[in-house]
């Protein structure tokens, strides 16, 4: 490093003391460092920034000199000494001149910000002439404006919500330009700072604007109910001292930034909450597939891809069964999505209302319940989405995985489409009565039905294959092509035909994993266990238990002993059906009072063990609302069913909730599982039995770039969902197959309550 001919000196920031024989210690506001050797005490007084480097090291012996000059380049690449031009006695404001020091700027790129220019640009009331007077006093070369004029180097834009749909030509403009522009609201109780957008370099803020707008649904609820575009206005609260304050910290933010300043948080914005003084930083990311500044054919390109399995070696510290990476990692790669401003996932939060054990965590609301009217609204907002595990992690981690797969799994617009009818597609289409099973005997008071239950049991429109409506290509498993189904099946809240709702998005096989094939399992794992809960629910046979003995595990009796600890008792059922693929309900009921409140879980899984510890984990996920109603009897859980279940059911009404007396209770070793290490393997294991069954596998990536985490749904024409759909097959026929039944349940007789989880 050459710094002849300029004048070194210590940091303005910086005062020296020296300690003899010991170290020179360096205090700057916020710590103190220590430096030794290469006689630095001498070179102390020498460094007082009047000096250049000839002439501190002609100040010593020839032998000194040479060792000294090494340590003085250490100082300047550590930031400790500065290479000047003017003498720190002819310094005007040594104050400053420390600042920018301290931030690693050279003092002339502080005292450049003069030589900069920027523009203003008001969005509404916003406090143009404030913010114009506070830029100024400090310095800076302020103009307002009404868009990009002139050669500014940045503009400034103020606005009353980062959401005003008049952002979107700002941000078009500075795009076009290539001009880096900051966004800022520096009226409300609460200011908001950045970020500052650099074309081709940052998020847009079409980028921020969908994050930001994911989290405001009831929001979004009124104003497309009213008919309006946009945020809805708000009074504006503020203080003559908060006003001024949040102007300064905006100027700070523009001269640190024209000065050369920069730090990873300008790429975020920072809010200020005036009413107890927390400020926060929230991330703001590119979204590769967004329409303004990234390429909007990302998502329609996966669809019309197919779906190849690679082998997937799968970790062995999962708690929650074959998974291609460990819950930590999982955790750790896509921590950064979560936030309650400009995350994908708000929070996630332990429900405390019951043991610690019970592993129940929520992640916000349920995208995959419709909210088209205030109590679907208040349905989405209160069945959140979870997770569950046998650890806290476990659980965390699952939380996390179901909010963005049920974000991924939500329309957002760029998704592949064809407008066609049923009928003119042929023989590629896929019909949506395959799938959605519904019974004609369903369709004809479907209007009275759908009024008093929830979401997930309502009876569509019946379909009409001649009707045009969008259609999504599924990659098909079974065959190795293309299908369609339609798009309003496989995206929740796709758009759906006016006056009419044939089909509708649930999710049953939406899964998410660490790897494409884990999704895939994941998901037709949940088709296995869903089809075999239906089978047994609603022709209610008895069915063997399952010996928790048997299966053993420290964990398991913890779990019997916290239930028991509650008045409650545990047993599981085996409801593996005709695919031979372990299903498992786990059931628990009060045993010390006339309300049974009984609760179940499920799990499905190649590995027994798994299975069942999926029911458990599950049966424990949902204990917190029924341990709330046994505290509080009006509490409402929002589902009509489950609440007339909670509050009626005992096993002597229903007793195919006990095992089958006459069968022996299912051991590990029964099920003749072999351990599989690859979960490609798993997924071809799993499609196998469902080829063998004549069913077809349909899959549908739906993972999206800027999210990452693989997300995928998959479809199974012909297995049951457990919500009550009574149409002919598998329902009926299955259990007679199996020996359960003698001959089929005839409709009339099918269990009357609805599966409601």
């Not at 050459?2 to 020296?18: A, M």
């Not at 000194?64 to 003085?72: F, G, H, K, N, S």
């Not at 304050?245 to 948080?265: D, F, N």
């Not at 309003?488 to 094939?517: C, H, I, K, Q, T």
């Amino acid at each position: 490093m050459s710094i002849e001919g300029d004048l070194v000196g210590f940091g303005r920031h910086l005062r020296p003391e020296v300690v003899a024989d010991d170290a020179v210690y360096l205090f700057s506001e916020k710590n103190v460092t220590a430096v030794q050797g290469g006689h630095i005490e001498r070179l102390v007084p020498l460094l007082d920034g009047n000096r250049d480097l000839a002439a501190v090291l002609g100040a010593l012996s020839s032998d000194a000199a040479t060792e000294a000059e090494a340590v003085v380049a250490k100082l300047v690449e550590a930031g400790l000494v500065t290479v000047r031009q003017e003498k720190r006695d002819d310094d005007p404001d040594p104050a400053a001149s420390a600042y920018w020091e301290a931030a690693g700027v050279a003092v002339s790129g502080g005292r450049g910000v003069a030589t900069k220019r920027v523009d203003l640009i008001p969005l509404g009331w916003s406090g143009s002439q404030e913010m114009l007077t506070a830029l100024r006093s400090s310095g800076v070369r302020a103009d307002r404006a009404t868009g990009v004029e002139g050669d500014a180097d940045l503009s400034i834009v103020l606005c009353e919500d980062y959401v005003d749909p008049g952002l979107s030509i700002v941000d078009a403009e500075h795009r076009t330009a290539g001009r880096p522009w900051m966004l800022a609201k520096i009226v409300g109780s609460e200011v908001w700072l950045g970020p500052f957008f650099e074309p081709g370099g940052t998020a847009c803020w079409h980028c921020m604007a969908t994050r930001l707008w994911a989290h405001r649904q009831a929001e979004k609820h009124v104003q497309t109910a009213l008919g309006h575009e946009g945020p809805a206005p708000r009074p504006v609260a503020t203080l003559p001292p908060l006003f001024s304050a949040a102007g300064h910290l905006l100027t700070l933010e523009v001269m640190k930034w024209l000065a050369g300043y920069r730090y990873p948080g300008q790429r975020g914005i920072w809010t200020f909450d005036s009413f107890d003084l927390a400020g926060t930083r929230h991330e703001v990311h590119r979204r590769p597939q967004c329409h303004a500044c990234g390429d909007v054919t990302m998502q329609r390109r996966l669809a019309q891809a197919p779906v190849r399995l690679n082998s997937r070696l799968r970790s062995e510290h999962t708690g929650g069964g074959h998974r291609a990476l460990a819950p930590a990692q999982v955790l750790d790669t896509y921590r950064h999505l979560i936030g309650g401003l400009t995350g994908v996932v708000k929070e996630i939060r332990r429900d405390d209302r019951g043991p610690e054990l019970f592993n129940s965590f929520r992640s916000g609301p349920n995208l995959a319940v419709a909210a088209g009217r205030l109590d679907g609204l208040r349905a989405m907002l209160r069945s959140e989405s979870g997770g569950k595990g046998v650890t806290p992690l476990d659980a965390e981690v699952g939380a996390l995985c179901e909010s963005l797969e049920r974000h991924s799994g939500s329309f957002h617009g760029d998704e592949h489409r064809v407008r066609a009818s049923m009928n003119s597609l042929g023989e590629q289409a896929v019909s949506p009565d395959a799938c959605q099973l519904f019974d004609g005997r369903q369709y004809p008071r479907r209007a009275e039905w759908n009024a008093s239950h929830a979401a997930f049991q309502h009876v569509c429109d019946p379909f009409d294959p001649a009707a045009e409506m969008d259609w999504t290509p599924v990659w098909s498993m079974t065959g190795q092509r293309h299908r369609y189904l339609p798009t309003g099946m496989l995206y929740f809240g796709a758009p759906r035909e006016p006056g009419s709702w044939m089909v509708r998005a649930d999710s049953n096989g939406n899964a998410a994993g660490a790897s494409l094939e884990d999704a895939i399992l994941q998901g037709a794992l949940e088709l296995v266990e869903r089809d075999a809960v239906a089978l047994w629910w609603y022709n209610r046979t008895r069915q063997p238990a399952v010996d928790l003995d048997a299966f053993g595990g420290p964990w398991l009796a913890e779990v019997r002993a916290a239930h028991a600890g509650l008045g409650r008792e545990v047993w599981a059922l085996d409801l593996t059906s005709d695919l031979g693929i372990p299903a498992m309900v786990a059931v628990s009921r009060r045993t010390e009072a006339a309300e049974e409140q009984i609760m179940f879980g499920f799990g499905a899984h190649l590995d027994p063990e798994v299975a069942l510890r999926r029911a458990m984990t599950e049966l424990n996920q949902l204990m917190p609302p029924v341990l709330e109603l046994a505290r509080n009897p009006g509490y409402d859980c929002g589902d009509p069913d489950a609440s007339a279940w909670l509050r009626d059911a005992t096993v002597a009404a229903h007793p195919y909730l006990l095992p089958d007396p006459g069968a022996a209770a299912r051991v590990p070793s029964g099920y003749g599982y072999r351990p599989q290490d690859d979960l490609a393997d798993d997924v071809r294991t799993v499609h196998e039995r469902l080829r063998a069954a004549g069913l077809e596998m349909l899959v549908l990536d739906q993972t999206r770039p800027d999210i990452g985490l693989p997300v995928v749904k998959v479809v199974v024409p012909g297995l049951r969902g457990f919500w009550r759909r009574l149409a002919p097959g598998r329902l009926y026929d299955v259990p007679v197959r199996l020996g359960r039944l003698t001959e089929p349940t005839a409709y009339a007789d099918l269990n009357p309550v609805p599966m409601f989880l």
